[in-house]
Nanobody, 128 residues
Framework: QVQVAESGGGLVQAGDSLRLSCTTS????????MGWFRQVPGKERECVSA????????YYADSVKSRFTISRDNAKNTAYLQMNSLKPEDTGDYYC?????????????????????WGQGTQVVVAS
């Protein structure tokens, strides 16, 4: 069973930055595409960013483009979400998800149903 663990959430002021980290337990010989999802009460869990196993291809939701940056370090089995210029509407529980990559390592996924492994979530609160 693959374990996924997030860290880095917290309480910040509007305009501040946070970096979330996500580590998977499987050795890097098994490649994963990864995604970051955000959930707020009463709403569906939505993908805010995703990255292919190779790291060459990325996705950002319109609401976070130019403010968030996803990256990964496969040697450390870790993906990151750098969140800058945070807004109160970025508040939510952030979940990291992983799914076995295709052989090319070129694809990312943005539907929650595409992912097999999920972390427990980390809370981000942005105060105005």
């Amino acid at each position: 069973q693959v374990q996924v663990a997030e860290s880095g959430g917290g309480l910040v002021q509007a305009g501040d930055s946070l970096r979330l980290s996500c580590t998977t337990s499987r050795p890097r010989s098994s490649g994963f595409a990864m995604g970051w999802f955000r959930q707020v009460p009463g709403k569906e869990r939505e993908c805010v960013s995703a990255i292919s196993w190779s790291g060459r291809n990325t996705y950002y939701a319109d609401s976070v483009k130019s403010r968030f940056t996803i990256s990964r370090d496969n040697a450390k089995n870790t993906a990151y979400l750098q969140m800058n210029s945070l807004k109160p509407e970025d508040t939510g529980d952030y979940y990291c998800a992983a799914v076995e990559s295709d052989m090319s390592g070129a694809f990312y996924y943005i539907k929650k149903g595409d992912y097999n492994y999920w972390g427990q979530g980390t809370q981000v609160v942005v105060a105005s």
